[in-house]
C-alpha cells in the first residue's frame, strides 16, 4: 500500500488521536489561546461589523442552543460560529501563527485561534459536550489549521488569498468533525466540503470583510462536518491531486510539512503563536514596539518631531496599504496611523483605534510626518522576520533609530499571565460585568475542572 496523502493523514489524526495525548504544557498553552480568543471576541461584539451580523441573525429567525458573546442572542451553532468568528477578528486583535521556515512569510500564515475556538464554543453548546472533548477537538483544528497553513505554497498568501479565511476553515472543520465523531471517511468527505466552501481575499483588508472571513471559515466549518454525518459526499482526496484544494489555490505543498508531523510537534507548542499587543495588523508590531521604546527612553513629545522614517520590506509595505485611513479599520492597516497614534498617547489600544481618533487633527497632522519606504538591504534579508529600521529626526536635529524584528507577545517575547488577564480586562471592560469578568479569568485558566462550558459561557454573554 502506497503513502497516504495528505487528505487521508489528516482523517486518520482527527479519529485517532484521544484526550490522553495532551500534555500538560499543552494545555497551558490552549488556555492562554482560549484566553486571548475568548477576550478579543467580547471586545469586536460591539464593533458595528458585528452589530450589523447580529441583525442579519435576528432577521434569519433560527432558533438554538448556541449563544453568542456579548450579547443575549442564541441561535444555531454554524450562526453562532459566524457571529463570535467575526466578532473574534473585527479588531485585528487575535493572535498570528509564526513560519518556522526560512522559504515561508514570517507572521503572514494565519489567524489561528478564531475560526476553530468559534467552532468549538457553538458546537459544546449544541451538543452539551464534556471540557476535556472540547479541549480535545480545539487542541486537533488548531493544530490542522496550522500545518496546512505552513504546508501549502506560500504563493496562496502572495497571490491574495488570507488564510484566516482560507486555510481557517479546515481548523473548524476538524473541531467539529471530532466533537461529532465522524467516522474516517466521513472527515474525508468533510475536508472536501470545506474545500470547495474555503475563501477570503487580501482585497479586502481593511474594510468590514475582513473579520467576515474568519466568521465564515468558522461557520462553514460547522456546516461541512454536519453535511458529512449525513453522508453528504465530497471528493475524499481533496486537498490533493492536480485539482485539489493544494494545487488550484496555492500552486502546491509540501507534503513534508504534515506528512509525520501532526502533533509533533504541535505547532501551538513550536514554533508557537504571537499574542498580539495592539489590536492592528501584525506586521506593524515590532516597528511600533521599537518607536513606542525611542519615544520613551528619551521622553520625545509630539511637537519635537520633525520626521519619522520607517525602513521595511515589501510585503510589509503591501499589507500596510493605507497612508491616509478613512476609518478605524483602514486605520489598523496604515503604518502612518500605527506610529503616529503612538507618539501622541504613547499607547495603542482598543480605544486608541476608533472612528474618532482617527479624524482627530493631531493624528492627521503627524502622519503627515511619518514616510515609509522600501529599504533595500532589509529587503535582501528575505521575509523569514518582520524586519524594520525606525528612525525618529527631532527638530533640533537629533536623530534617533532603531533596529526591530520581533514584538512583544511573540514566542520570543510572550506575555506574561498577568499582561494576558490585563488585555482581558481591557477587551471585556465596559462590556462584561466587573465580577463576570475577573470570575471568567479565572474560570478559563481552570478549565479543565469544569463539566461543560454553560458556567463560563454564562458570564460572557448578556
Request: with cysteine; glycine share 8%; aromatic share 6%.
Amino acid at each position: 500500500m502506497g503513502t497516504k496523502n495528505t487528505t487521508q493523514q489528516i482523517a486518520d489524526f482527527v479519529t485517532t488521536f484521544q484526550y490522553e495525548g495532551l500534555s500538560a504544557d499543552l494545555l497551558l498553552m490552549v488556555k492562554r489561546s482560549m484566553l486571548d480568543g475568548l477576550a478579543v471576541m467580547i471586545a469586536g461584539s460591539v464593533t458595528q461589523t458585528s452589530r450589523l451580523i447580529r441583525k442579519y441573525l435576528e432577521d434569519t429567525k433560527v432558533d438554538g442552543k448556541s449563544r453568542i458573546l456579548g450579547s443575549s442572542i442564541s441561535t444555531s451553532s454554524q450562526l453562532a460560529a459566524l457571529a463570535n468568528g467575526i466578532s473574534g477578528h473585527a479588531m485585528d486583535y487575535d493572535d498570528t501563527q509564526l513560519s518556522s521556515l526560512p522559504n515561508r512569510v514570517y507572521g503572514l500564515l494565519t489567524h489561528p485561534t478564531v475560526p476553530p475556538l468559534a467552532a468549538v464554543l457553538a458546537l459544546s453548546q449544541e451538543i452539551n459536550c464534556t471540557i476535556d472533548q472540547m479541549l480535545l477537538a480545539y487542541c486537533i483544528g488548531i493544530e490542522v489549521e496550522c500545518k496546512i497553513a505552513e504546508a501549502i505554497n506560500p504563493n496562496h498568501y502572495k497571490r491574495g488569498f488570507h488564510t484566516t479565511g482560507t486555510i481557517g476553515i479546515f481548523g473548524a472543520t476538524t473541531v467539529a468533525a471530532k466533537l461529532f465523531g465522524l467516522s474516517n471517511m466521513q472527515v474525508r468527505y468533510a475536508l472536501g466540503i470545506a474545500a470547495s466552501k474555503s475563501a477570503g481575499l487580501r482585497v479586502n483588508f481593511g474594510t468590514m470583510m475582513k473579520p467576515y472571513h474568519a466568521g465564515a471559515a468558522a461557520e462553514n466549518g460547522v456546516v461541512a462536518a454536519k453535511l458529512a454525518r449525513l453522508d453528504y459526499k465530497a471528493d475524499p482526496n481533496a486537498l490533493d491531486g492536480e485539482w485539489g484544494f493544494f494545487q488550484v489555490s496555492g500552486g502546491g505543498v509540501d507534503t513534508d510539512l504534515i506528512r509525520g508531523k501532526l502533533g509533533n510537534p504541535w505547532s501551538i507548542l513550536e514554533p508557537g503563536i504571537s499574542v498580539k499587543p495592539y489590536p492592528c495588523g501584525s506586521l506593524a508590531h515590532p516597528s511600533m514596539d521599537a518607536l513606542l521604546d525611542l519615544v520613551v527612553k528619551f521622553d520625545i513629545t509630539p511637537d519635537q518631531i520633525d520626521e519619522v522614517k520607517l525602513g521595511t520590506s515589501s510585503n510589509v509595505l503591501a499589507a500596510l496599504r493605507y497612508k491616509e485611513p478613512q476609518n478605524e479599520l483602514e486605520a489598523k492597516f496604515s503604518i502612518p496611523f500605527c506610529l503616529g497614534i503612538l507618539i501622541l498617547d504613547r499607547k495603542a489600544g482598543i480605544e486608541q483605534f476608533t472612528l474618532e481618533r482617527v479624524k482627530r487633527s493631531d493624528i492627521s497632522n503627524m502622519m503627515t510626518k511619518i514616510n515609509a519606504y522600501l529599504d533595500e538591504d532589509i529587503e535582501a534579508m528575505g521575509f523569514e522576520r518582520i524586519r524594520s529600521f525606525v528612525e525618529i529626526k527631532l527638530k533640533n536635529g537629533k536623530i534617533v533609530h532603531a533596529e526591530a524584528a520581533t514584538s512583544r507577545g511573540t514566542p520570543e517575547r510572550p506575555m506574561s499571565i498577568e499582561e494576558l488577564n490585563e488585555k482581558f480586562r481591557e477587551c471585556a471592560s465596559g462590556i462584561l460585568k466587573s465580577d463576570d469578568i475577573e470570575k471568567s479569568i479565572e474560570t478559563i485558566w481552570n478549565i479543565e475542572n469544569e463539566k461543560n462550558l454553560e458556567y463560563l459561557i454564562s458570564m460572557l454573554t448578556l
